[in-house]
């Protein structure tokens, strides 16, 4: 997995094909038919964006909320 940061990365092809699906599609509601495309793919966003613009795209209390799963796991 890529390890994004708070600023974006560039990315470079190997890395693009790496994390992207051949041909984008939905299967069963899922982009690309399988979570661990759908993760894959996006941790590529995520690492390209950086976590500063990604956070600006989700509610704050939402971010907190999720917080809390994210030290259960």
Same mark, same amino acid.
């Not at 940061?5 to 990365?9: A, H, I």
């Not at 971010?63 to 799963?69: F, G, I, P």
């Given at each position: 997995m890529l390890n994004p940061?708070?600023?974006?990365?560039k990315i470079n092809v190997?890395?693009?094909y790496e994390y992207t699906p051949e041909k984008l599609e939905i299967?069963?509601?899922i982009l690309t038919? *399988?979570?661990e495309w759908a993760k894959k793919l996006l941790n590529l966003l995520v690492y390209n964006l950086?976590?500063?613009e990604v956070a600006k795209m989700v509610p704050l209390d939402i971010?907190? *909320?999720?917080?809390?799963?994210a030290k259960k796991d």
């Open positions: 940061q708070l600023e974006g990365q190997e890395q693009y299967i069963d509601g038919g *399988e979570i950086g976590v500063k971010w907190k *909320e999720a917080m809390l799963y």
